[in-house]
């Protein structure tokens, strides 16, 4: 027996509406997602918004005269929350990758970029709690000058001030930003993203590899050194995941939440592999799939992940 994995809507809902917007993060609460995840970049005057490459990208992004943005276009970390502000992230570009990705998604228009204090307070008003997976995102090889410290403190100020400490997850790649967390919020829960390097070859687990701060998966299984290192959540990608890891990281306490699953049929599959959180673009569709399962977690059957 398990209990049925809990939902998190990926960048809000990019099957229905532009990513990262308030507009859909306030759709994924309203169709029931018991979580949301998002993704934080720094402003050049230190503001975290919520946005996913460092640059904008012309796929995603209009400007003050409704024109496309080349296909990249200005750094984040180069503009001012006030210039950020002049960008409208509301659609996509037609015939672009993101909009082959998400043929259904609503067009919205004067849609700007949110910050994270904004974010919060929607969820604070939020007539229900969910859960919250912040992404901080930051490269250990980038020459950007960012400190680790510094980062998750403005983050952990922000979620404090807004009283979301319990419900909330510091969510990386870049295990230094956890590091730190740990040093100096050890009242945050923390979430360890992973991708292997021997599925991807951007993947960021493997001996030597700059993101996991000096963790080694040569020295012993991932599940066990996160574990040793205090983390709430271990989210791999979830093609990364089989039986083996999935049952030894559960038995160290860790909640395994598998990145990021969609269409229905891996969905479907995903909802039976005993996981404790999954992590969609398309919460509806999950929770609909879900919801078809029962309303009892008693009956559900377990399917084995394939061993690697």
Same mark, same amino acid.
């Given at each position: 027996m398990t209990s049925l994995p809990k939902i998190f809507a990926h960048r809000g809902a990019p099957a229905a509406l532009p990513e990262n917007t308030l507009e859909g993060f306030q759709y994924a609460i309203d169709v029931g997602a018991d979580?949301?995840?998002?993704? #934080? #970049?720094?402003? %050049? +005057?230190?503001?975290?918004?919520? =946005?996913?490459?460092?640059?904008?990208?012309? +796929? =995603? =992004?209009?400007?003050?005269?409704?024109?496309?943005?080349?296909?990249? &276009?200005p750094a984040i970390n180069e503009l001012t929350l006030e210039e950020l502000r002049t960008f409208d992230v509301g659609g996509h570009r037609p015939g672009g990758d993101d909009a082959r990705k998400n043929p259904h998604q609503k067009q919205l228009h004067h849609c700007r970029i949110p910050t994270l204090d904004e974010f919060l307070t929607l969820v604070k008003n939020s007539p229900r709690k969910v859960e919250l997976l912040i992404e901080l995102k930051h490269s250990p090889t980038a020459d950007d000058h960012i400190n680790p410290d510094d980062y998750v403190k403005v983050v952990a100020d922000s979620i404090e001030h807004h009283g979301l400490v319990e419900q909330s997850y510091i969510h990386a790649f870049n295990w230094q930003i956890l590091s730190a967390a740990? %040093? $100096?919020? *050890?009242? @945050?829960?923390? !979430?360890?993203? !992973?991708?292997?390097?021997?599925? +991807?070859?951007?993947?960021?687990?493997?001996?030597?590899? *700059?993101?996991?701060? &000096?963790?080694? *998966?040569?020295?012993?299984?991932?599940?066990? @050194?996160?574990?040793? !290192?205090?983390?709430?959540?271990?989210?791999?990608?979830?093609?990364?995941?089989? %039986?083996?890891?999935?049952?030894?990281?559960?038995?160290?306490? @860790?909640?395994?939440?598998?990145? =990021?699953? $969609?269409?229905?049929?891996?969905?479907?599959?995903? @909802?039976?592999?005993?996981?404790? &959180?999954?992590i969609t673009d398309d919460p509806k569709l999950a929770l609909s799939l879900r919801a078809e399962m029962g309303p009892s977690n008693s009956n559900v059957h377990v399917l084995e992940v394939p061993s690697k």
């Open positions: 979580g949301l995840e998002l993704d #934080l #970049l720094l402003t %050049r +005057d230190g503001v975290p918004v919520i =946005t996913h490459n460092p640059n904008l990208s012309g +796929d =995603t =992004t209009r400007g003050a005269a409704g024109n496309w943005l080349p296909d990249q &276009g740990a %040093r $100096n919020h *050890p009242q @945050l829960h923390r !979430s360890y993203l !992973s991708a292997l390097r021997s599925n +991807d070859p951007d993947g960021t687990v493997f001996s030597g590899s *700059p993101w996991m701060d &000096g963790l080694d *998966p040569d020295f012993a299984p991932l599940p066990e @050194l996160l574990a040793q !290192s205090g983390a709430s959540v271990w989210c791999p990608y979830f093609l990364d995941l089989d %039986r083996e890891n999935l049952t030894l990281a559960q038995e160290q306490g @860790l909640q395994v939440m598998t990145w =990021t699953v $969609n269409g229905e049929e891996d969905l479907r599959q995903e @909802l039976q592999t005993g996981v404790d &959180g999954i």
